[in-house]
């Protein structure tokens, strides 16, 4: 019988540590931890109060949580005994191309994490997959006990999700690298910009990116386009013309602010 109360998480990096801790609040016990970093492995569980394990040594008779890099989730499963059910939190790796078990999921976070970085847990949407109903349900319930929003998602689905996902927080924060080269090049401070980037984020409670762009390429005002231009070189520029053909391209030429 598998003991719902109990869980061995694998992988003690940045969404293993933020998971391990959350669980823990809500009084699910996590009995072991067990990755391939023993230091990261060994800080992660004295701080859950947790032992250290192989995977070959892992419990039988509670879910393990799978946390580790997309290439290494195929390894890690084939490493784990299979009578013990597993869950994975890859959001574009599918399941059916995945090493065949009678109980393998998905308890997947849509979130950027980062060990130092407190997250709201309780708003991050997590979305389950799992090759049985029951299973599923099972992964549906522990998700619900430390979030407000799970949804089920095909593997389809959850691909299409991780590719929005990259553009709205990789891609995002690459832009934000470089505007903070520029900045330092140019002796300004970089914080000055925060209040611009959290209405910028903020604006989207209430209204669509479409409604809400603003700016030189919104309006067609090309003589700023050529100024701003000017001002930069490689792959900063390219950068800055790329996405302004992409944004003068979305708005019509009639329809400028």
């Known amino acids: 019988m598998l003991n719902a109360n109990k869980i061995s998480i694998i992988g ?38 947790a032992g250290v394990c192989t995977i070959e040594n892992l419990p039988k008779d509670q ?20 009578s013990i059910p597993a869950a ?11 090493p065949k078990r009678k109980y393998l999921g ?9 060990k130092d970085s407190e997250v709201k847990i309780s708003e991050v949407p997590f979305f389950i997959e799992a090759t049985n109903t029951d299973f599923s349900n099972r992964l549906m319930k522990l998700a619900l006990t430390i979030s ?3 949804n089920l998602a095909s593997s389809t689905e959850r691909k299409n999700m991780h590719v929005a996902a990259v553009m709205v927080n990789n891609f995002t924060n690459h832009i934000l690298h470089q505007a903070k080269t520029y900045s330092d090049d140019h002796n300004i401070d970089f914080k000055h910009f925060l ?8 604006k989207l409670k209430s209204d669509t990116p479409f409604n ?24 900063s520029q390219e950068i800055y013309k790329l996405i302004t053909e992409s944004i003068k391209n979305t708005y019509p030429k009639n329809d400028k602010l």
């Open 88 to 98: 994975y939190t890859s959001g574009s790796i599918q399941i059916n191309n995945l």
């Open 195 to 202: 209040p611009l980037l959290c209405e910028t984020v903020n």
């Open 12 to 49: 003690s990096g940045n969404v293993g540590h933020h998971l391990a801790k959350e669980l823990s609040k809500v009084g699910i016990e996590i009995t072991h931890v067990s990755g391939h970093n023993a230091q990261s492995d060994l800080e992660l569980a004295n701080e859950i109060g």
């Open 212 to 235: 809400a762009q603003t700016g030189p390429a919104r309006r067609g005002d090309q003589e700023t386009i050529e100024d701003h231009l000017s001002s930069l070189e490689g792959q």
């Open 106 to 114: 998905v308890f997947y976070p849509l979130q950027t994490f980062t």
């Open 148 to 150: 407000d929003n799970v």
């Open 63 to 82: 879910l393990a949580i799978v946390c580790v890099r997309d290439e290494a989730i195929s390894k890690v499963l084939n490493e784990l005994d299979e």
